[in-house]
């Protein structure tokens, strides 16, 4: 439990805190900075992880007592937000259950970075299943009840539960808060508030009417609980922590486990890093080990448990886009294969496209042409709609014709028309496009097998012939290799690294 008040007598279920909805209320003067940073402290002695929105620099005064990861957008933290890629900084703080200061005082735009690190978050999160608490400071900042509200915090608010990740809006003002994430606060903590839009916000969390009619009386650091049954009115203990602003340059200080998080982000390499640990990795084999008949007899037992990399080709591929004033702009996306198969960023098939793969250019053009769409092709068709000339085209039908690919399956008049053997989907890029991975750690134990690139970059221009493959490079993805013994027979099982399934795709 993490009690709130001197007499340790008022208290939140630390489950409920993580992974619930809940918000602290109060105007100016209230004490409402004052009380999160209370509940601040109350998790890290707990050794609770969650990330507290800052937009004023007013929280890192919590590093003088605890060990906190401040990141700003300056280089007065310990990680600047300018350098960091989020989804090392979001993964990191969950997985180690580290207190995370998200200062965005210095921000150019402190929505669009809250936006794009809530995202991140959520995502993370959803991967990781770990409890985190989000803290949003001045929330009706990121999500007004008029004007544009961020849907990572409605996602989040709605839907981060399950994931493990829970929500704090705090506000001077309730009435300025979005209705849709305000009512999904089951916990709610209400300090001094005298306009009346702002208790009319709030009056039907709080059953107690004498409380309710007391909100424009209470002195700082008062608040009334509600949510958690009866309301009670109760004062904040005493902050360990000073206040501070974010102007003072801070006196370096030995770093311990922070230390070893700010290099685990500015770690370099070709490997992604798991999501889920060894220990992890034994409990779920120890689940997946079967005995000898169905209820009884001998049971499997771990025999060996590694980490293991395998590759995996990140293209990245660039389409034209036609702007408004009419001058042509490029965006890139990003796709993943393991061989010629397509797969997404967590490893998993998507489009299988070997069958191409020992094909030309122009033949899975032709292909292509033939696949796409409604009706059988003629040749006019498909050379209206390729760089081929009629004769290129006529000449490739034949070697597809030769290669049982492609029938002659009517005649219209003297026009032939042509139809696809082959049983395959072609994907448009788009459709195979994934949000790009940022590998964060120097893969050892690598199993490598041969891959060639230019029949891939054939396919990928085939498919668009206006895309243009930019980049190409290898990335390794983990795998925990696990072997079940009973006796002296062995089974092998090959577990994904970030989703900890077991891995059917992919042969060790």
């Known amino acids: 439990m993490l009690y709130l008040d001197a007499e340790n007598k008022i208290s939140i279920d630390e489950q409920d805190l993580l992974t619930g909805r809940s918000c602290i209320i109060g105007q100016t003067g209230s004490g409402k900075s004052y009380a999160i940073a209370v509940l601040c402290e109350s998790l890290c002695k707990a050794n609770l992880g ?38 090392k900084l979001a993964r990191q703080v969950i997985k180690n259950n580290v207190p995370l200061i998200f200062d965005v005082s210095e921000a150019d735009d402190p929505k669009k970075e809250v936006a794009k690190f809530c995202r991140t978050l959520y995502k993370e999160a959803e991967a990781l299943r ?70 009319d916000a709030v009056k039907t969390f709080i059953n107690d009417r004498n409380l309710l009619h007391s909100l424009p009386d209470l002195g700082p650091g008062e608040f009334v609980l509600s949510g958690l049954g ?59 080990s079967h ?55 967590y490893y998993e098939p ?75 989907e072609i994907p448009y890029i788009k459709s195979m496009a994934q949000n790009r991975l940022v590998p964060s750690c120097v893969p050892k134990n690598i199993k490598n097998s041969s891959f060639e690139m230019s029949s891939l970059n054939n396919i990928i221009k085939a498919i668009n012939q206006e895309a243009e493959v930019a980049e190409a490079k290898t990335l390794y993805f983990p795998f925990y290799e696990i072997i079940l013994k009973r006796g002296e027979k062995e089974r092998e099982l090959l577990i994904n690294g970030l989703t900890g399934k077991v891995s059917k795709f992919v042969k060790i």
Not at 374 to 400: A, H, P, W
């Open 50 to 87: 969650f990330t507290i929105i800052d937009t004023e620099g007013e929280y890192f005064g919590l590093r003088e007592s605890f060990d906190v990861l401040w990141a700003t957008y300056s280089n007065d933290g310990d990680v600047d937000l300018r350098s960091i890629d989020f989804s």
């Open 130 to 199: 770990i409890p985190h608490l989000l803290i949003v400071e001045e929330a009706d900042k990121f999500c007004p009840q008029r004007g544009e509200c961020l849907p990572e915090l409605e996602e989040i608010s709605r839907r981060g539960r399950k994931r493990g990740l829970g929500l704090l809006v705090a506000s001077q003002r309730p009435a300025l808060i979005n209705k849709a994430i305000l009512s999904q606060c089951n916990i709610q903590i209400i300090g001094k508030l005298s306009i009346s839009n702002d208790i």
């Open 230 to 288: 009866n309301d009670v009115l109760f004062k904040f203990k005493k902050r360990m922590t000073p206040h501070k602003s974010s102007a003072p340059r801070i006196i370096k200080r030995e770093r311990r486990k922070i230390k070893e998080i700010v290099n685990a982000l500015k770690a370099q390499g070709l490997g992604i890093e798991p999501h889920i640990t060894f220990d992890d990795v034994r409990k779920l084999a120890s689940k997946l």
């Open 291 to 345: 005995r000898k008949y169905l209820l009884f007899g001998e049971k499997e037992s771990v025999s060996k448990v590694d980490l293991i990399y395998k590759p995996m080709i990140e293209l990245k591929v660039r389409l034209p886009k036609n702007s408004l004033l009419g001058k042509r702009t490029y965006v890139d996306y990003y796709l993943y294969f393991n061989n010629y198969i397509s797969i997404n960023a």
């Open 350 to 424: 998507m489009y299988d496209l070997s069958p191409l793969k020992d094909l030309s250019y122009k033949e899975v053009q032709v292909l292509i042409q033939l696949l796409y769409g409604r009706g059988l092709k003629t040749i006019k068709s498909i050379v209206r709609n390729t760089d081929l000339t009629e004769e290129q085209v006529r000449n490739t039908i034949i070697k597809l014709e030769n290669k049982n690919l492609v029938a002659n399956v009517s005649k219209r008049g003297h026009v032939n028309t042509y139809d696809v053997l082959m049983k395959i």
